[in-house]
């Protein structure tokens, strides 16, 4: 079976889908090999369910990394190994994260 995919130029990735977890949560579906901007994604997720909080990229099928709001601010966490912070979204692409 073939999944289709689309580039989106915010995302700076192909994606699949969004999806809707729960009250609340959204789900990001992206292909093998892609990771998507944080910011975007937040951006995107608010505009599909403004009262987000919590977001889960799927990379492949399998968690790869969740964006939570946290008393106003948007965390980054490597579902992959559990890493906060910018190292955890700078992993997701295979880069090292900024100084």
Request: charged share 20%.
């Given at each position: 079976?073939?999944?289709?995919?689309?580039?989106?130029?915010r995302l700076k990735c192909d994606f699949i889908a969004w999806r809707v977890?729960?009250?609340?949560?959204?789900?990001?579906?992206?292909?093998?090999?892609?990771?998507?901007?944080?910011t975007a994604a937040i951006e995107i997720a608010e505009k599909i369910m403004p009262a987000v909080r919590r977001?889960?990229?799927?990379?492949?099928?399998?968690?790869?990394t969740e964006y939570r709001l946290w008393k106003g601010d948007w965390m980054a966490?490597?579902?992959?190994?559990?890493?906060?912070g910018q190292a955890a979204d700078a992993a997701s692409c295979g880069r090292s994260p900024a100084p």
């Open positions: 079976m073939t999944i289709s995919f689309t580039y989106n130029r977890l729960a009250d609340g949560e959204i789900a990001l579906d992206l292909p093998d090999g892609n990771c998507c901007d944080m977001i889960v990229t799927f990379v492949g099928g399998q968690p790869d966490l490597d579902k992959r190994s559990n890493v906060q």
